[in-house]
């Protein structure tokens, strides 16, 4: 087998596959649509056994739901950038190309499953990317809190299949008030732009 080179990256392996393959289920699921209509019941069932099998490897909920409470675990499996879950696109920002002024950067292309208005992206999606790298630029400049209040404004529609560059920034803080801001663009143009108001927990978070 040939080994990964610069310009092949590496497939991923183990739950991250698994969650890529679900992924791209569920995108072939949208792009398939009434096209498939004749074989859908069939691949339903084939679906549902595989859902079946998964079902049976998980732990009780309640386990399940305290081991999901690590640090670890919330980055693997989160629905933005998390590889661990197929609901993430996901968002890549492993290389957030920090300018050094705490600006994160992430790259992501949204396909069909994340549609809106026709062609273009859901204003959800866009609020849930924008809430999430908000919540990454937190904790990086190590001030990590919950979302309070979150304003968007949706400039131009964002458009599906197209590399999108999505920028949060830490700003402010003023007691446990925390203000950061955030955008989603693409070759220079700006198609949304948001400002979030984060409130650090009364008691830090542990590490
Ligand atoms: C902490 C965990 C963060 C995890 C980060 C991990 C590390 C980073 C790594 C990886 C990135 C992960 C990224 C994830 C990002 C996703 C974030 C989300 O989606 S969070 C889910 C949605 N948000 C909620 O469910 C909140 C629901 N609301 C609440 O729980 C409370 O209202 C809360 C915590 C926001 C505030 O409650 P209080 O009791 O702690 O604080 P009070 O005393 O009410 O307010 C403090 C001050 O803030 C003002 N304030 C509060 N809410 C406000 C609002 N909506 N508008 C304006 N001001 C507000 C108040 O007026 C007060 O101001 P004055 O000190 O008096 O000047």
């Known amino acids: 087998m040939s080994q990964p080179t610069a310009t092949t990256p590496a497939q991923p392996a183990g739950t991250e596959a698994l969650a890529a393959a679900a992924r791209s ?7 398939a649509g009434d096209h498939c209509a004749e074989r859908a019941a069939e691949l339903a069932a084939r679906l549902r056994a595989i859902a079946d099998e998964l079902d049976r490897c998980a732990p009780p909920l309640q ?3 305290g081991e999901m409470r690590e640090f670890s675990r919330s980055v693997k499996y989160n629905p933005v950038t998390g590889p661990g879950n197929p609901f993430s696109p996901p968002l890549d ?4 190309d920090d300018a050094g002024d705490g600006t994160v950067r992430g790259a ?3 396909g069909l499953p994340y549609q809106g208005p026709p062609g273009h992206v859901h204003g959800g ?3 849930l990317l924008m809430d999430h790298m908000m919540g990454v630029a937190n904790g990086r400049a190590g001030v990590p809190g919950m979302t309070a209040r979150l304003t968007l404004d949706y400039h131009r529609p964002v458009p599906l299949y197209q590399e999108l560059t999505v920028t949060a920034r830490h700003r402010s803080s003023d007691g446990r008030k ?4 955030g955008t989603i663009g693409a070759g220079g143009e700006t198609y949304v732009s948001a400002e979030g108001l984060f409130i650090q927990p009364r008691t ?3 590490e």
């Open 108 to 110: 992501v292309a949204l």
């Open 93 to 96: 920002c492993t290389d957030p």
């Open 63 to 65: 386990d399940r739901l």
């Open 178 to 181: 925390v203000l950061t801001t």
């Open 204 to 206: 830090p978070l542990r």
């Open 125 to 127: 999606i866009s609020a």
């Open 25 to 31: 289920v569920v995108d072939a699921v949208v792009r």
